[in-house]
């Protein structure tokens, strides 16, 4: 014995002075397994650090993380309620209150308890390590205040049908724990047939008797009554009680066998019993099969280093079936947890809620706080951040987007003009028709290119002018195409070449004629660089300006593609060349300077004879272009957003 923790702590204090080896078969408190103080001291049963493990793996697995307590003034109450908290604080579930019970309490006290645990009402779990008596009236309190909470008990409550009685409708859903006991046919066999006649031996019998059959032995109507009949539930611990007693047997039996080999009764070396070393060497390496156990089941009582005995435990949840209240077995815990959810009415259904805060959305993280691990606020991430851990939102970076369960990112597609696109299909056919007509005047000037007209008209500067011409069509193509390292490199060396060809023979052909004209009105001589070649030599020189200007800039800012997206629109990812705009800019001011020009001197030589009446419709010309470019150029930065209409 003894079976109360404190009793048995008392009981070893005492037998630790004469060095004699103690036995308990129920205390289960983790201070006992202290050898420093405890010496002599084993039982069959596991401390109760075992069942605060496990019962922390029941909350656990059913994501219970916010409880409140209940516990029994005492070592078995107080000692348990500390490790279950420790097991607690190990798998993040938070104590939403602790309370304490007592024997001293009465039904005012036990009514303020239920009263504290309503006071945090997201802990619908409550967590008792309580005695059994102490459970019966938290249960009977619950019932008085017309609540139910989900219990979870130690042993202290077990499967004990004395405990829920009166209030099993309070009661019904609890899980509780029970140590791994099996029935002992021959125990109940044996007791039935006890009665106050042929048990004298045990002096506490005849009181039993009485309080049991509410008689007296002094009226005589005491032996009529018999344990044969009427329901009999044996105590659970029977097994452990059996064990205990079979466990000193066999340590004597080895004890003897090793120092007194050939005797039958107790010899020299064991007169008297060396307290220290029995304990030592032949009480804590027993190691036998249990007694009277089913023969489908194993068990083995022996005992650790500290004396305590191997942690096993049944699970059972308290429910309604078959129209009574009973205990279902569900579980089993032996070093890990063991649950046949299946078996538990509420686990097919609606699994109770208790937590302190809601769980949050697929895409919010927890914003815990101060102090405390099971409460948060909820907190949403931006559409472009997925979840790096559930306390922090991560932003996947331009041209990446979060995959559908935000635990990573994903790149984006690029999006760019595509050759079927609507935005394409257009200006490729104007460009394809333009492209025709120029090559058509090309041919036609081939075909006369001796003809006088085709002579005075500057065929050369006619030529250069169509070339470019047919470049402006081609930059269609190598803009709508998709962007990269080479098609960015000829966007950029193309689009100011193809229209500094065009301007640069339409200025050298009409600087020509300003010139000409010029001369004439002044009665000088015939102005120089006039022949054909000088034109095409000069119109080179201008177009070799544009050139170099290009190739600096190629120089400056190495050619190629990049990402953008917009702000507001992370998840459209355009595939551009990486050419700043303004730059683009600077890079046709001198076209511009071109187009100046040659309007400068259109204008001049708008009154030319007849015969030289091109430099007319070239003035109307350049007009036009000087309008088109003033537009142009607003039109490209207010469209920078926009690759298509660009």
């Known amino acids: 014995g003894a079976h109360l923790s404190s009793s048995s702590m008392q009981v070893a204090n005492l037998l630790r002075l004469f060095q004699i080896p ?17 010496d002599y001291f084993a039982r069959t049963v596991p401390p109760d650090f075992y069942q605060a493990k496990a019962m922390a793996e029941i909350l656990r697995f059913f994501n219970w993380t916010y409880v409140s307590t209940v516990a029994s003034e005492g070592d078995y109450g107080e000692t348990g309620i500390e490790a279950f908290e420790q097991e607690a604080r190990m798998r993040n579930i ?7 019970v007592g024997r001293s309490m009465n039904k005012k006290t036990y009514d303020g308890v239920v009263r504290a645990l309503l006071q945090k009402p997201n802990a619908r779990v409550v967590v008792l390590f309580t005695r059994s008596e102490d459970a019966r009236e938290l249960l009977a309190a619950a019932q008085r205040a017309n609540v139910s909470f989900t219990w979870v008990a130690s042993d202290g409550w077990g499967a004990l049908e004395s405990v829920v009685a009166g209030s099993e409708a309070v009661a019904e859903g609890a899980i509780t724990i029970e140590l791994a006991a099996y029935p002992i046919k021959e125990f109940a066999a044996y007791f039935r047939n006890l009665n106050p006649y042929n048990n004298s031996r045990n002096p506490w019998f005849r009181e039993f008797w009485e309080q049991k059959f509410k008689c007296s032995f002094h009226t005589q109507d005491c032996s009529r009554y018999s344990l044969k009949t009427g329901k009999f539930e044996p105590e659970s611990k029977i097994t452990f009680v059996v064990n205990a007693v079979y466990a000193m047997a066999h340590s004597l039996h080895n004890m003897h066998q090793a120092l007194c080999p050939n005797a039958t009764k107790l010899c020299d070396a064991m007169k008297p019993v060396n307290g220290k070393r029995f304990y030592k060497d032949y009480m804590l390496n027993v190691n036998f099969d249990a007694p009277f156990r089913p023969a489908d089941t194993k068990s083995v009582v022996r005992f650790d280093r500290y004396g305590d005995g191997i942690g096993r435990y049944n699970i059972f949840n308290y429910h309604y079936m078959d129209g009574r209240y009973r205990y279902q077995k569900v579980g089993y815990w032996a070093e890990g947890l063991i649950l046949n959810t299946s078996l538990i009415p509420w686990a097919e259904t609606s699994i109770p809620v208790s937590q302190c805060s809601d769980p949050c959305k697929k895409n919010e993280i927890k914003s815990m706080q101060p102090g405390d691990i099971c409460c948060w606020i909820c907190i949403p991430c931006q559409p472009y951040e997925y979840l790096l851990d559930e306390f922090t939102c991560m932003d996947c970076g331009l041209g990446y987007w ?17 050759w079927k696109d609507v935005w394409a299909i257009g200006p490729v056919t104007i460009s394809c028709l333009g492209f025709i007509s120029t090559l058509f005047v090309f041919g036609v000037f081939m075909k006369n290119n001796d003809t006088p007209i085709v002579k005075a008209s500057g065929r050369e500067l006619c030529y250069i002018l169509l070339t470019g011409v047919l470049m402006c069509y081609s930059m269609t193509f190598i803009f709508i195409a998709k962007p990269s390292t080479e098609v960015c490199t000829l966007r950029r060396l193309g689009l100011g070449t193809s229209f500094a060809v065009c301007y640069s023979a339409l200025l050298t052909k009409t600087n020509r004629i300003a010139r000409i004209f010029s001369g004439v009105k002044e009665g000088v001589q015939r102005p120089r660089f006039i022949s054909p070649t000088s034109q095409v030599v000069i119109c080179m020189a201008l177009i070799s300006c544009q050139l170099i200007i290009v190739i600096i800039w190629l120089l400056v800012e190495t050619p190629g593609t990049g ?5 507001d629109k992370r998840y459209i990812v355009t595939l551009k060349c990486n050419n700043r705009d303004s730059n683009m800019l600077i890079s046709l001011t001198y076209n511009v300077l071109l187009i100046v020009l040659c309007t400068v001197y ?28 003033l537009a142009f150029l ?11 209409v660009r």
Do not use: H
């Not at 103690?22 to 420093?36: E, M, P, R, V, W």
């Not at 938070?94 to 304490?100: F, L, Q, R």
């Open 563 to 567: 990402k953008e997206t917009e702000p």
């Open 94 to 100: 938070c104590i939403a209150t602790s309370e304490k």
């Open 602 to 629: 259109a204008f001049k030589t708008r009154k030319c004879p007849e015969n030289f009446n091109e430099a007319k419709f070239i003035g109307f010309t350049m007009y036009t272009t000087c309008i088109i470019w």
């Open 22 to 38: 103690q036995i308990s078969y129920a205390s289960t408190s983790a201070k006992l397994s202290d050898k420093s103080r405890y």
């Open 402 to 418: 979060p995959n559908e369960t935000l635990n990573g990112c994903y790149e984006l597609p690029q999006e760019y003009i595509r």
């Open 634 to 644: 607003p039109i490209f930065y207010v469209t920078s957003s926009d690759y298509r």
